[in-house]
């Protein structure tokens, strides 16, 4: 479904639920990382791009002097938060994501406003396109809706990250927040996570897309490693005499390689390379420079795979078949993105071979590991946006 198609949807199924039309329509996107893994604790590069997904809310002013009811339209299950007073964790469990972000709203002085609301998100849940980060955005988007009074959106942002960290106790990174507040249509964001400084980098050319490619496994070592793989980033800069891997350079590495494990060192080279690899990639998409994004894109899934090895069979199959139809078959590169461990891949391919691609990454990943996976195209999205109200 577009945006717009979905804004319909909602406005439907709110009227169906509450009797009523709403008021305000919001929607906040997912997002895929096209390049800059693991860079983000290093005080790195990220380059994401909001996807067409979306968590999508339409709201109108409750009757009930006090309530926030949130009605998910897919699970049929509904969340009804007190804001009468300071909002705090509680049930059903999704709905933390939402009081979070409540929470931080209070926290700035705003008075939340009863309402009852309708709620549907395209973004998959769990497969790391971040629905997670979607559904917050999606929220803030909707109080400053329905208080008529806009934030900052890095503020806004930041906000929805502490909702993560507070009330759903993940404790993430600041992209995922940052792309689905901040994004723009037709643009990825570089986003430096040392000084959280944003630049938008138009990707406009209309004979090329990204297709998502999710591996639908998560094999379960993910937190266990995520935490040893900073312990070495922090050992290798810490040998290398830097605040952190980012003001290390691919030379000074070299000279300290005998001071260092063999791992250690592997982990390093990764983590350096991919935050040079990821400013490049930004350069290659302002000139247009497919070919070039693309072998970017291959150098950073090797890295992740030998160097810093959080991969896992499955996302090589995926990389090894975009390999396998190439250029030719209208694939400029491809990678495994997000933690790792499973989830899914990023393929950077021309828009008029996308149909012949998805079938023959869908048959062939079938063939060689029994699993479906779910492949979908995305241009680069608009971020999170007040469709009425
Ligand atoms: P990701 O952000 O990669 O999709 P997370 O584990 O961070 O994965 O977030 C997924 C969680 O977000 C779900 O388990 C659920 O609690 C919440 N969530 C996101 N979208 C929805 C939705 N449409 N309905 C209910 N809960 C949702
Ligand atoms: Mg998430």
């Not at 993940?170 to 901040?182: K, R």
């Not at 935490?227 to 830097?242: F, H, P, S």
Request: some cysteine.
């Amino acid at each position: 479904m577009t945006l717009k198609e979905l804004a319909t949807h909602i406005a439907a199924e709110f009227e169906k639920h509450y009797g009523r039309p709403p008021r305000w329509i919001v929607a906040a996107p997912g997002r895929v990382n096209v390049i800059g893994e693991h860079t983000d604790y290093n005080d790195g590069f990220v380059l994401p791009m909001a996807i067409e997904r979306y968590a999508i809310m339409a709201a109108d002013p409750s009757a009930a002097s006090s309530s926030f009811s949130i009605y998910d339209t897919h699970f049929k299950e509904t969340a009804t938060i007190d804001v009468s007073g300071p909002v705090g964790k509680g049930q059903p469990k999704w709905s933390n994501y939402i009081r979070g972000v409540l929470a931080g709203f209070q926290n700035r002085g705003v008075k939340i406003p009863a309402l009852d609301v309708a709620f549907l998100s395209t973004v998959p849940l769990g497969g790391g396109l971040s629905s997670s980060a979607a559904l917050e955005v999606c929220t803030a988007t909707l109080i400053e809706a329905a208080t008529g009074r806009p934030i900052d959106p890095i503020e806004k942002a930041l906000l929805a990250q502490k909702a993560e960290h507070d009330f759903a106790g993940v404790p993430c990174g600041i992209m995922d927040q940052f792309i689905s507040a901040l994004g723009r249509e037709g643009h990825l964001l570089l986003l430096d996570c040392r000084t959280r400084k944003t630049e938008l980098v138009p990707m406009r050319d209309p004979s090329v897309e990204l297709l998502v490619v999710n591996t639908n496994v998560k094999h379960e070592l993910g937190s266990g490693e995520y935490a040893k793989r900073r312990a070495e980033c922090e050992d290798a800069a810490r040998i290398l005499g830097v605040k952190s891997l980012r003001d290390a350079t691919p030379d000074q590495l070299e000279k300290a390689k005998g001071r260092m494990s063999d791992v250690v060192y592997r982990r390093a080279r990764h983590v350096i390379g991919e935050i040079e690899r990821t400013t490049h990639a930004a350069e290659g998409i302002r000139q247009s420079n497919w070919p070039t994004v693309g072998q970017f894109m291959y150098a950073s899934h090797y890295a992740l795979r030998d160097d810093y090895e959080v991969s896992c069979q499955e996302l090589d199959v995926v990389v090894e078949i975009a390999e396998d139809i190439g250029y030719q078959g209208g694939v400029y590169g491809c990678r495994m993105t997000g933690g790792g461990f499973g989830g899914c891949c990023v393929a950077l391919v021309k828009s008029d071979a996308v149909e012949a691609i998805t079938k023959k990454i869908a048959a062939d990943y079938k063939a060689k590991t029994g699993i479906e996976a779910a492949i979908f195209a995305s241009r680069p999205a608009a971020g999170a946006t007040i469709i009425k109200g």
